[in-house]
């Protein structure tokens, strides 16, 4: 195994700290996504990786090997960069190839790797075109190509989606996706976008603004059990309710000023002392909305409809409260049968069940 570890790592522009005491395992051969604002360190943490940076302190390792002072090019460590800077006077076969040419690589073997790189990122139609002719799509391919060709441990992505737009970002991960499952190459895959990083992440690591990482989860955990309140505003859209948890026998409710009370679950992994101030956590999608009254729920809300999106898949709704609090509900459109017709000003009663909330901290 070949993970990289960062050991109390810190880190300084000037008097400028971009990390404190950060310490982060990225399992061998995982695709593992960064996920966190502009600006909160992400780039600086892959050129740590990468060795285009140096720590102030701490140590980073990949396996066994202290590569904390190791030279970049011997950490077998590729990046592709956000932008990805392509040799423009030269073909694509030559790009992928440049970095055997180097190495002094016989020509048949480059000639034999290079084409069977370029079918994996599905250029092998456009081997010998100048960079220019190609699209921004196929030019992030060559930029992704020319990375692995020399087989690396690890590859850093920094934002590599970034200049694409929406339709060709989607083909392209799954694309990534496909790629990596073949390689078995690490990815580190850093991104300020939840929607790059859910669908291709084994697991994510969320840092915030200053540098710190607040959770490391599969997608999942991250999205559905959020630790933090960060971490629940930063991945998704989420309703966030302050209320006072008490308790009664070994049931709990969280008490919300003006809006009622709610049975919430307390588990062994995240305990609550009755009499705290917490937030409560309720995604959209976890909130069923019907003008009828149905029975099987653990919470009930009435409130009224101020606003309908819909989304083709899915409607979205703006509910609101006697005290003008707006709840946030997403439905599926997905009844095989005429639908109710809910509508502006409708009063609907909303329901949720207890284990779909997560407690937060203020
Ligand atoms: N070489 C550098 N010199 C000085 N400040 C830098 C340097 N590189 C990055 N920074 C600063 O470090 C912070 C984190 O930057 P960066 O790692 O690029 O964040 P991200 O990639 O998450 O947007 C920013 O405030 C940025 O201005
Ligand atoms: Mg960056």
């Given at each position: 195994?070949?993970n990289?570890?960062?050991?109390?790592?810190?880190?300084?522009?000037?008097?400028?700290?971009i990390?404190?005491?950060?310490?982060?395992?990225?399992?061998?051969?995982?695709?593992f996504a960064?996920?966190?604002?502009?600006?909160?360190?992400?780039?600086?943490?892959?050129?740590l990786?990468?060795?285009?940076?140096t720590?102030?302190?701490?140590?980073i390792?990949?396996?066994?090997?202290?590569?904390?002072?190791?030279?970049?090019?011997?950490?077998?460590?590729?990046?592709?960069f956000?932008?990805?800077?392509?040799?423009?006077?030269?073909?694509?076969f030559?790009?992928?190839?440049?970095?055997?040419?180097?190495?002094?690589?016989?020509?048949?073997?480059?000639?034999?790797?290079?084409?069977?790189?370029?079918k994996?990122?599905?250029?092998?139609?456009?081997?010998?075109k100048?960079?220019?002719?190609?699209s921004?799509?196929?030019?992030?391919?060559?930029?992704?190509?020319?990375?692995?060709?020399?087989?690396?441990d690890?590859?850093?992505?920094?934002?590599?989606?970034?200049a694409?737009?929406?339709?060709?970002?989607?083909?392209?991960?799954?694309?990534?996706?496909?790629?990596?499952?073949?390689?078995?190459?690490?990815?580190v895959?850093?991104?300020?976008?939840?929607?790059?990083?859910?669908p291709?992440?084994?697991?994510?690591?969320?840092?915030?603004?200053?540098g710190?990482?607040?959770?490391?989860?599969?997608?999942?955990e991250?999205?559905?059990?959020?630790?933090?309140?960060?971490?629940?505003?930063?991945?998704?859209?989420?309703?966030?309710?302050?209320?006072?948890l008490?308790?009664?026998?070994d049931?709990?409710?969280?008490?919300?000023?003006?809006?009622?009370?709610?049975?919430?679950?307390?588990?062994?992994?995240?305990?609550?002392?009755?009499?705290r101030?917490?937030?409560?956590?309720?995604?959209?999608?976890?909130?069923?909305?019907?003008?009828q009254?149905?029975?099987?729920?653990?919470?009930?809300l009435?409130?009224?409809?101020?606003?309908?999106?819909?989304?083709?898949?899915?409607?979205?709704?703006?509910?609101?409260?006697p005290?003008?609090?707006?709840?946030?509900?997403?439905?599926?459109?997905?009844?095989?049968?005429?639908?109710?017709?809910?509508?502006?000003?409708?009063?609907?009663?909303?329901?949720?069940?207890?284990?779909?909330v997560?407690?937060?901290?203020r």
């Amino acid at each position: 195994m070949r993970n990289i570890r960062l050991e109390h790592v810190s880190k300084a522009f000037g008097d400028e700290v971009i990390f404190d005491d950060l310490t982060l395992t990225i399992p061998s051969g995982s695709f593992f996504a960064l996920l966190g604002p502009s600006g909160s360190g992400k780039t600086t943490l892959l050129r740590l990786i990468a060795g285009f940076e140096t720590v102030d302190s701490g140590k980073i390792y990949l396996g066994e090997k202290d590569i904390t002072h190791v030279p970049i090019n011997e950490r077998n460590i590729n990046t592709v960069f956000q932008q990805y800077a392509l040799f423009p006077h030269m073909n694509v076969f030559d790009n992928v190839a440049y970095s055997l040419y180097i190495r002094r690589v016989p020509a048949n073997i480059i000639e034999q790797k290079v084409i069977k790189i370029l079918k994996a990122v599905n250029l092998d139609r456009q081997i010998y075109k100048p960079i220019q002719q190609l699209s921004g799509g196929q030019q992030q391919r060559v930029a992704l190509a020319r990375a692995i060709i020399n087989e690396p441990d690890v590859l850093l992505l920094d934002e590599p989606l970034a200049a694409l737009d929406l339709k060709l970002r989607e083909r392209m991960l799954v694309e990534l996706i496909d790629l990596q499952s073949e390689l078995k190459t690490t990815f580190v895959y850093v991104t300020h976008d939840q929607f790059d990083a859910l669908p291709v992440a084994d697991l994510m690591a969320i840092m915030n603004p200053d540098g710190e990482i607040e959770q490391v989860g599969t997608p999942k955990e991250i999205y559905e059990f959020p630790i933090t309140l960060f971490v629940a505003k930063f991945v998704g859209v989420t309703n966030l309710f302050e209320g006072i948890l008490l308790s009664e026998n070994d049931s709990y409710k969280i008490s919300i000023p003006d809006i009622g009370m709610f049975e919430v679950v307390i588990t062994e992994k995240r305990k609550f002392d009755p009499g705290r101030h917490l937030l409560m956590n309720l995604r959209p999608e976890k909130i069923a909305i019907s003008k009828q009254e149905l029975t099987g729920f653990s919470n009930h809300l009435i409130g009224k409809v101020e606003t309908i999106i819909y989304h083709g898949r899915s409607t979205q709704y703006g509910v609101s409260l006697p005290n003008g609090f707006i709840v946030k509900v997403f439905e599926q459109n997905e009844e095989h049968f005429p639908q109710e017709d809910i509508d502006y000003d409708d009063v609907v009663h909303l329901y949720w069940q207890k284990e779909n909330v997560v407690l937060l901290e203020r």
